[in-house]
């Protein structure tokens, strides 16, 4: 259970943290329709995504993948990335370190 609030981040999507530390930081991002899209952004933090559920369709740099259920993936610091949701689902992000600007 997790005491933050669910945070609208855009079109049919929300961004809620789990649970945080200063070295590390576990956000739940939900898609509630396809089309709905994570915004192309860069960060100093290093990112970690697993796909809990659904299907998206990742920029990473210069290059995009389809993931699905049960894929992972790490973004290094600074690199542009962003998805679009193909089928309705949860990526779950954890970052190093945390995101204050989540907080």
């Given at each position: 259970?997790?005491?933050?609030?669910?945070?609208?981040?855009?079109?049919?999507?929300?961004?809620?943290?789990?649970?945080?530390?200063?070295?590390?930081?576990?956000?739940?991002?939900?898609?509630?329709?396809a089309g709905a899209e994570g915004a192309l952004h860069n960060h100093?933090?290093?990112?970690?995504?697993?796909?809990?559920?659904?299907?998206?369709?990742?920029?990473?740099?210069?290059?995009?993948?389809?993931?699905?259920?049960?894929?992972?993936?790490?973004?290094?610091?600074?690199?542009?990335?962003?998805?679009?949701?193909?089928?309705?689902?949860?990526?779950?992000?954890?970052?190093?370190?945390?995101?204050?600007?989540?907080?």
């Amino acid at each position: 259970m997790t005491d933050f609030p669910v945070i609208p981040t855009g079109e049919d999507v929300t961004r809620q943290v789990l649970s945080d530390h200063p070295d590390l930081m576990v956000v739940v991002f939900r898609f509630a329709s396809a089309g709905a899209e994570g915004a192309l952004h860069n960060h100093p933090h290093v990112q970690s995504t697993y796909v809990e559920s659904g299907r998206f369709r990742f920029t990473l740099g210069e290059r995009q993948q389809e993931v699905g259920p049960g894929d992972s993936f790490v973004v290094p610091s600074e690199m542009t990335h962003g998805c679009v949701c193909l089928e309705p689902g949860t990526l779950v992000d954890c970052f190093t370190p945390r995101r204050d600007d989540f907080l």
